[in-house]
């Protein structure tokens, strides 16, 4: 399986924005999608954004539309979240994952996952 690796994470406040980058570690990731999850202290896991390539299609949790954007840089094979406008409950530590099948909301039906980075938003 592909190792992934996420970088971004840190402290902001609220309100402000943060873009988390993922990237395969070693050998390049045929997965056709790839997700972001969260998972805040204490509680489950979440799902918070996925992509479909090369068609483009993208997936949001509805509590987060209009805020996150998933986006990816073929070049790079890196997939970006670009989080602006963010909140204290936005804090949590975040999951890149890829998979070749869906659903695309399910934690469940991705295969590859990478160590997760931190996000918290100071209120």
């Known amino acids: 399986q592909v190792q992934l690796v996420e970088s971004g994470g840190g402290l902001v406040q609220a309100g402000g924005s943060l873009r988390l980058s993922c990237a395969p570690s070693g050998r390049t990731s045929s997965s056709n999608a790839m997700a972001w999850f969260r998972q805040a202290s204490g509680k489950e896991r979440e799902f918070v954004a996925s992509g479909i390539w090369p068609n483009g299609f993208t997936y949001y949790a509805d509590s987060l539309k209009g805020r996150f954007t998933i986006s990816r840089d073929n070049a790079k094979n890196t997939v970006y979240l670009q989080m602006n406008s963010l909140k204290p409950e936005d804090t949590a530590v975040y999951f890149c994952?890829?998979?070749?099948?869906?659903?695309?909301?399910?934690?469940?039906?991705?295969?590859?996952w990478g160590q997760g980075t931190q996000v918290t938003v100071s209120s």
């Open positions: 994952a890829s998979t070749l099948a869906g659903p695309w909301q399910i934690a469940s039906s991705y295969k590859s």
